[in-house]
C-alpha cells in the first residue's frame, strides 16, 4: 500500500531553520506530483508547496515564497521542504501529499510533523 512518512519536524526559534523530509513508498514516485500543506490550530488545511514530477517546477504559496524551498530527490522516492527564516505563524502540522495530475486531486497523504516556532 501506498506511504508517505514525514519527518524533520520539531521545536524551534523564530530565525531559525529545518528541513522536512518525506520518504514515498508503495507508489512510482516518478509519475506523482508532490505537494506539502500544513494545518494550526483551529484553521483550515493550507497549501504551501508543489513541485512537478518531471521537470521539477515549484509552485509556493505566497505566506512562504522566498523563505521555503520544495525540491526532491526521485532516486530517493523523497521530498523535501527546507524551511528558512521560520515565524511563530509557521506554526502548525506539515503534511506531504501525492498528486495525481489527470485529476488534481491528492489521494495519499503522510500522517504528518509538528513544526513549532516560539517567538
Known amino acids: 500500500q501506498v506511504q508517505l512518512v514525514e519527518s524533520g519536524g520539531g521545536l524551534v526559534q523564530a530565525g531559525d531553520s529545518l528541513r522536512l523530509s518525506c520518504a514515498a513508498s508503495?507508489?512510482?514516485?516518478?509519475?506523482?506530483?508532490m505537494g506539502w500543506f500544513r494545518q494550526a490550530p483551529g484553521k483550515e488545511r493550507e497549501f504551501v508547496a508543489r513541485i512537478s514530477q518531471h521537470d521539477f517546477s515549484t509552485y509556493p504559496a505566497d505566506s512562504v515564497k522566498g523563505r521555503f524551498t520544495i525540491s526532491r530527490d526521485n532516486a530517493k522516492n523523497t521530498v523535501y521542504l527546507q524551511m528558512n527564516s521560520l515565524k511563530p505563524e509557521d506554526t502548525a502540522i506539515y503534511y506531504c501529499a501525492a498528486q495525481i495530475l489527470a485529476t488534481r486531486n491528492y489521494p495519499y497523504w503522510g500522517q504528518g510533523t509538528q513544526v513549532t516556532v516560539s517567538s
Open positions: 508503495g507508489l512510482t514516485f516518478s509519475n506523482y506530483a
